[in-house]
Every structure is written in C-alpha cells, then in structure tokens.
Nanobody, 115 residues
Framework: QVQLVESGGGLVQTGGSLTLTCAAS????????VTWHRQAPGEQRRFVAE???????YVADSVRGRFTIFRDNVKNVVSLEMNTLKSEDTAVYYC?????????WGQGTQVTVSS
C-alpha cells in the first residue's frame, strides 16, 4: 500500500525559507515521478514542481528561482526547498505520485507566510 506523508510546513515571515518533505512508503520514489502541488484557500490545487525517475526536475514559473525539488534515495523522500517566500505562497502543500490507474496523495502540510 502506497502512503505519502508530507511534513515541514509552518508559519514563516515573508522572505523566509522552509523545506517540505514527502516521505513515501510502499513505493520507491526513484522509480517514478513525484510531484508537489499546492492549494490556497478558495483556489484550485496547482502544480508546483516535479522530479522524474532519472532525476530531471521542473518547477512552475511562479516559483522558479525560489523553490528547488530534490530527492534522497536512501531515505526514500522527496523534498521541496522554498526560499524567499511570499504571502502568495501560503497554501496547503501536497505530494503526489501517479502510478498506472492509481493517484496517490498525502494529507498535505500547511505553509503560512506572514508579512
């Protein structure tokens, strides 16, 4: 059974940094694409960043240059380093793995950026 658990969220001031972690069980993160999404209050869930099995990465335009996605194959986690945070980064952050017909999501971790 695949489980994803996000952690690392919290309250941070504008310009601050946080690193989120998505811990996976039941699946090896290095064998699949892992994606981070976020959902702000009243908005749709939106793509943030992804890392593919070979290690390539892609981040959304809105966070490029500020967010970095990376993977620790030993710990079987995918992390999202977020720098120069802005109020518009406030959201619940989710990690996601799609495998065949299955779509796995974690419970999310709240990030709140205050001015």
């Amino acid at each position: 059974q695949v489980q994803l658990v996000e952690s690392g969220g919290g309250l941070v001031q504008t310009g601050g940094s946080l690193t989120l972690t998505c811990a996976a069980s039941g699946i090896t993160v290095s064998t699949t694409t892992v994606t981070w999404h976020r959902q702000a209050p009243g908005e749709q869930r939106r793509f943030v960043a992804e890392i593919g099995s070979p290690g390539w990465t892609y981040v959304a335009d809105s966070v490029r240059g500020r967010f970095t996605i990376f993977r620790d194959n030993v710990k079987n986690v995918v992390s999202l380093e977020m720098n120069t945070l802005k109020s518009e980064d406030t959201a619940v952050y989710y990690c996601n793995i799609k495998r065949g017909p299955h779509d796995y999501w974690g419970q999310g971790t709240q990030v709140t950026v205050s001015s």
